[in-house]
């Protein structure tokens, strides 16, 4: 197996929506905001090489939204998914699966394209995975997460015949993925309903692709709880046991909205579980 980082740019989020009840005083340490209160977070991919088989996880916000929608989030940086993927000597037509985390639109924008004024998958060649009940959470949307959900970038998944699900597993548990050998996945609840953080056996460490359970090392506190998230005491619950078997197991955190670290391994500190190392992915021996 071999995994590549996909960069794939940055956008902006209000700061204190990205930390719910924790005051700006404090997050803005680690996380600082502009003059309208907004922080810069990364969308970052990641791509699985097993075999003949090339899974992308996630696929960032995409670029076929009016520019009303993307004046709200400020996109920014040199980064974009085609480019990254170049960078690694790969090309869209080669992905052969792409597993969506979730549905909201900054990590499956990407996963759908424009041409001709018509929706089209921009995997051609791919099978989609999701789960059904994340699936019909996101297509019967609840009225504070609707936003989030974006019926262009989900429903041509299911209309092109590439979409298919996930069997689920106990919550908190990693179970198998049906797609390659060493990618399992972890269920979490508090943020969406029935996210996927898939799981890898790379190199004899475990690395989670954390989504947004844990979005950034400053949500490594246990408080610390997205205004954003649909079920805020089971988040915290979710937090807990999974950074307690991380610090136990010795495992690697990919977070694919830090907008600096990209991965860290977790240390224990007089305040709690805290980032130990932070490094990159390539540098992972």
Not at 118 to 143: D, G, I, K
Not at 171 to 190: C, T, W
Request: aromatic share 10%; glycine share 8%; charged share 25%.
């Amino acid at each position: 197996m071999q995994l590549y980082t996909i960069d794939t740019g940055l956008f902006k989020l209000d700061g204190g929506a990205m930390f719910g009840v924790v005051p700006k005083t404090i997050w803005n340490k680690t996380n600082p905001a502009d003059s309208n209160n907004l922080c810069s977070w990364a969308m970052r991919c990641l791509l699985v090489e097993e075999g003949d088989r090339l899974i992308l996880i996630d696929t960032g916000i995409g670029n076929k939204q009016d520019e009303k929608f993307f004046s709200h989030y400020y996109l920014h940086g040199e980064d974009t998914l085609d480019g990254s993927l170049a960078k690694q000597g790969f090309h869209r037509d080669d992905i052969t699966d792409v597993l969506l985390t979730h549905l909201h639109f900054d990590h499956c924008g990407g996963s759908i394209i424009r041409e001709n004024d018509r929706l089209t998958p921009a995997f051609q060649n791919a099978v989609y995975w999701s789960n059904e009940r994340h699936w019909e959470w996101a297509t019967r949307p609840n009225e504070r997460e609707k936003a989030s959900f974006l019926k262009e970038n989900i429903l041509p998944i299911k209309e092109s015949g590439q979409l298919r699900f996930i069997p689920e597993a106990a919550a908190g548990a990693p179970g198998p993925s049906s797609i390659v050998p060493g990618l399992s996945i972890r269920y979490v609840y508090g943020h969406t309903d029935a996210m996927m953080l898939p799981q890898l056996q790379y190199k004899g460490r475990t690395i989670v692709f954390m989504a947004d359970l844990l979005p950034s090392t400053g949500h490594l506190p246990v408080p610390y709880v997205m205004a954003y998230d649909m079920f805020p005491l089971k988040t915290l619950q979710e937090k807990k046991s999974f950074l307690e078997e991380s610090l136990r197991e010795n495992t690697i955190l990919f977070f694919e909205h830090d907008p600096e670290t990209e991965c860290c391994d977790l240390q224990m500190t007089e305040k709690g579980i805290r980032p130990g190392r932070s490094f990159k992915l390539s540098e992972l021996k």
